[in-house]
């Protein structure tokens, strides 16, 4: 046994080397590759072309855009999809398994199809359409059906981040923080919150990444309208049937360089949760 | 009223499960009592619904003499120790301990001062900084009970306090518990499944069994006048012998023995006696019988021995070594049972079968 310790193990290691190289290529060619070609395309004509386009008013506006989509869009999911977590995890009802699946729906449907979906309630001759007419209110071609529909697609991301959270988390704290003298709300927010509170953000990051990229159903309900309804993705798209490339690549890298940060943020997250859920 | 916890009628269904069963007891102030039971014999579900954390379908609470059924378990003012101790883990020592002080916002010298006195109590008083996955199992349980009791609870409820902690340490914190109560005297109720737990700590204590108090009493009660058969078998390691009744006697066999007086001629009935119950001679007598012996094991200072009765039941004995000085292996030897306890029942899986034989 031990006169050729090596023979196997430098197979095994040489298999190892090979997965690891496969991956790896994988994830340079797939991910990395169009980041690298997007900054380089984006910055070929120097650093002095940055300035130029980001300084135009319909970019800029195309840019703020997303932000306050998300903006208001992160706030609803986080705070409704704490409310379904805690209820996917504590409760026992008839239809949860059904519940839970909905739940999922926005991952396996098509934005294009949420973005019609919208029309159909709230376009023309659509079942709420009057509703809001008679209020004045202006929902498809502006921005309160693009934040309903990236409210639609952001609602799992909390959701599935928190429920496996909550489920290992238990109730013991909370009974025990109870027996100590805390009011629900009080053992809610003093053990439950700080336990789940990097999921939340992690979930919370990974929405706003998602609403600031979303396309499809914005490109439904928005209509696309310069310097109201555009938003940064939409530009892009219009750039490149323009034949605008070098502000469109620009932009691109602008969203791009955001999401980079978002992730940088979602790594921390998910490691403070990991950290404390070993605790 | 001087009773520390008066439960009257309790009832708890899960389902179509029957948690607890029309359970009573009292629990006298400045005692530990313990609820011995086997696990899913609703002893934990008594406990919780106590401390509030669960509702009873029927049944009341009082605490000192005070109505709890319908209070919240902030409201109860009541000390709870979980089995996994149930720590804040986001939060350090001292947080945890000053938890049920600051939710009740207690002036913060006062709270600093108390967390300081109950930390020193348990022994912990270098380790106010630490996180809980920084402690031992031990040292996690002491932190959880000086947390339970910082606030001033009215009593203790300790919910297999020791379950989840290995046998060293079990004993360790078994015998400092014991210690702890002689010196605070706060009302506890115990829940355990160990028995050895609830003799040594316990001045009275409730068995129950799916769902049902079987017993309530003193550990000598306990321990000596079992009432029920599930008592006799769960209290001690028990042989259970089957045999018919004749003369007051219960016959195995050829062989019996005494203590069948309530019970009439002709019936059957089980003996339940403790391996250390069994003694050895090689003189038979008015009441010993012979056996074959199948197995024995030298434990250093005692035997353990498998014996066979003329009918063929087995009996396990333990015996200490030194009373087996005078026994010789070669020669015939008889068994004498001593303190059997005999009921006209059997332990909860027999009936069926006894009732078959009877047919």
Redesign the interface.
């Known amino acids: 046994m031990s006169t050729r310790p090596t023979a196997v193990p430098a197979r095994g290691r040489l298999i190892r080397a090979g997965v690891l190289a496969l991956g790896l290529t994988y994830v340079a060619i797939l991910l990395l590759a169009p980041i690298v070609g997007i900054v380089w395309t984006a910055l070929k004509g120097g650093p002095h072309v940055v300035p130029g386009p980001l300084e135009r008013a319909d970019i800029q506006h195309a840019l703020f855009r997303p932000v306050i989509i998300a903006a208001v869009t992160v706030g609803v999911p986080a705070v409704l999809g704490m409310v379904v977590a805690l209820v996917l995890a504590r409760d026992r009802f008839f239809g949860k398994r059904i519940v839970s699946a909905i739940v999922d729906l926005p991952f396996a449907v098509s934005p294009v199809i949420v973005g019609l979906a919208a029309v159909v309630l709230f376009g023309r001759g659509g079942w709420f359409e009057a509703f809001f007419a008679a209020r004045g209110i202006q929902v498809i071609f502006a921005l309160p059906s693009m934040i309903l529909v990236t409210i639609f697609i952001c609602i799992p991301f909390v959701i599935r981040e928190v429920v496996p959270v909550l489920e290992e988390l238990g109730t013991e704290e909370e009974d025990a923080a109870r027996t100590l003298g805390a009011s629900p709300m009080q053992a809610f927010i003093r053990i439950t919150l700080p336990n789940m509170r990097w999921a939340l953000l992690y979930g919370v990051a990974l929405s706003t990444a998602r609403a600031l990229g979303e396309i499809g159903a914005v490109l439904i309900v928005s209509g696309a309208i310069q310097g109201q309804t555009e938003t940064a993705t939409l530009y892009v798209l219009r750039a490149l049937e323009e034949r605008q490339d070098a502000a469109g690549y620009l932009v691109a890298l602008t969203l791009a360089a955001v999401s980079v940060l978002v992730l940088l943020g979602i790594e921390v997250f998910k490691r403070r949760q990991a950290k404390e859920m070993g605790r | 009223m001087s009773q520390g916890i008066v439960v009257e009628g309790l009832d708890k269904r899960f389902g179509s499960f029957n948690a607890v069963r029309n359970v009573s007891f009292q629990a006298v102030d400045g005692e530990i009592t313990a609820l011995l039971g086997p696990s899913g014999s609703g002893k934990s579900t008594v406990l919780r619904m106590i401390?509030?954390?669960e509702r009873p379908d029927t049944g009341r609470v009082w605490v000192q003499g005070e109505e709890q059924t319908w209070k919240?378990?902030?409201e109860?003012?009541?000390?709870?120790v979980?089995q996994?101790y149930?720590?804040?883990?986001?939060l350090t020592v001292r947080e945890n301990v000053a938890?049920?002080l600051s939710?009740?916002r207690a002036p913060r010298e006062e709270q600093r001062a108390r967390v300081d006195e109950l930390l020193e109590l348990v022994g912990l008083a270098g380790f106010t900084g630490r996180?809980?996955?920084q402690l031992s199992g031990g040292q996690r349980q002491r932190v959880?009970l000086a947390?339970?009791l910082?606030?001033r609870p009215r009593v203790l409820l300790l919910d297999e306090p020791f379950g989840a902690l290995d046998a060293r340490v079990r004993l360790e914190l078994r015998r400092w518990l014991d210690e702890l109560h002689r010196e605070l005297g706060v009302t506890s109720l115990l829940v355990t499944h160990d028995q050895d737990e609830a003799l040594e700590l316990a001045n009275q204590v409730i068995v129950m069994h799916q769902g049902e108090v079987e017993q309530a009493g003193t550990p000598d009660d306990i321990y000596n006048r079992p009432g029920t058969p599930f008592v006799a078998g769960f209290v001690g390691a028990s042989n259970v012998l089957r045999g018919s009744v004749w003369e007051r006697h219960l016959h195995f066999g050829r062989s019996a023995v005494a203590g069948a007086y309530h019970l009439d001629d002709g019936g059957e009935a089980y003996a339940y006696v403790r391996p250390h119950d069994v003694r050895l001679t090689n003189q038979a007598g008015d009441l010993s019988f012979p056996v074959t012996i199948d197995r024995r094991t030298n434990l250093g200072w005692m035997s353990k021995l498998t014996l066979r009765l003329q009918d063929g039941q087995v009996l396990v004995a333990e015996v200490p070594n030194e009373d087996l000085d005078g026994v010789s292996f070669a020669r015939p030897v008889f068994v004498d049972l001593r303190h059997a306890k005999v009921f006209g029942t059997g332990p909860a899986a027999a009936p069926a079968e006894a009732e078959l034989a009877s047919v």
Not at chain 2, 76 to 80: A, I, K, M, Q
């Open positions: 401390a509030g954390l919240t378990p902030q109860r003012r009541l000390g709870f979980f996994h149930a720590l804040f883990r986001h938890f049920g939710v009740r996180y809980p996955d959880a947390r339970a910082a606030p």
